[in-house]
């Protein structure tokens, strides 16, 4: 589904989904912890795919922040462009198939995987806590995705945008919810490109895609 500019269409949440969201998320709170903090996740294959997760949701605001993250964690302009475009030659097999992994069980809003060969041929390339690992990236991924939108559908609304889709009410309830921790976010990232929270934020919601520079 795409806005008359061509782009897609921002997932948002509605109240009761949000609550979904959440709550497949707090069985996985230890292996997220291994993952960002504990490192068991290779930092630039998980910003990859929070990339091509944040692209899915047609998250703006995440896929710059992170598109800022992965450059930080080696990736570089040419691999960022590779995965806006899709391009699966500019990457070895086990990155792409981890990210291509991600974004179809995105798609797919996580519905149960069907067993077959080309789950067992995954597995083989990935391994067994890598697949799991990448999946709870593009769970948790996918969750922040859809606040993001959400708290940026209430201005686009009052600025006669409204996101298709998306309802008043889940705007306003999710804005009083996360608006608080989104600045507090926004704040963090200023400090350290030593920029002024009102230009990091304008800078996150502006942004259309491709890579970012300074």
């Given at each position: 589904m795409s806005q008359g500019s061509g782009r897609p269409v921002p997932r948002t949440y509605a109240l009761p989904e949000l609550f979904e969201g959440l709550k497949s998320l707090v069985s996985r709170v230890p292996a997220l912890w291994s993952i960002w903090i504990g490192g068991r996740l290779a930092r630039d294959l998980r910003e990859k795919v929070v990339v091509a997760v944040a692209q899915v949701n047609a998250c703006r605001m995440c896929e710059h922040a992170h598109s800022r993250m992965a450059r930080e964690a080696g990736v570089s302009d040419a691999e960022l462009a590779a995965l806006e475009n899709m391009d699966e030659h500019a990457f070895d097999r086990r990155t792409w198939l981890a990210v291509a992994h991600a974004r179809d069980r995105v798609v797919a809003d996580f519905a149960p995987?069907?067993?077959?060969?080309?789950?067992?041929?995954?597995?083989?390339v990935l391994g067994v806590q890598t697949h799991r690992d990448v999946e709870d990236v593009a769970r948790v991924m996918t969750v922040a995705n859809?606040?993001?939108?959400?708290?940026?559908?209430?201005?686009?609304?009052?600025?006669?945008n409204p996101v298709p889709g998306s309802r008043l009410v889940d705007e306003l309830v999710i804005n009083f919810m996360f608006l608080p921790g989104a600045w507090l976010g926004t704040l963090v990232a200023a400090a350290r490109q030593r920029k002024s929270p009102i230009a990091v934020w304008r800078q996150a919601r502006s942004f259309e895609g491709r890579s970012i520079s300074g």
């Open positions: 995987v069907t067993w077959d060969a080309s789950q067992d041929a995954l597995i083989e859809r606040i993001a939108n959400t708290l940026n559908a209430l201005p686009d609304r009052l600025r006669g």
